[in-house]
């Protein structure tokens, strides 16, 4: 799930998630485009893990995705 509350963006997903990672970037240019991992530990809170991120207009397109590797 992603939310937007003002000016964070709250990325949850179902716990528990092992072997998973969060990653982003903010540029999609098809299968080549990198994917940093966002490093844990994330937030747990009861059966969902979160990320939060701060979100202003000069951070632009944000796009995330949970990877096995």
Do not use: M
């Amino acid at each position: 799930t992603i939310t937007r509350t003002n000016e964070l963006i709250i990325v949850s997903w179902p716990a528990p998630a092992d072997g998973w990672l969060l990653e982003r970037t903010n540029v999609l240019n098809g299968a080549s485009a990198p994917w940093p991992p966002v490093s844990p530990p994330y937030q747990t809170n009861g059966n969902t893990l979160s990320v939060t991120f701060t979100n202003t207009p000069a951070t632009g397109n944000q796009f995330f995705r949970l990877h096995k590797p």
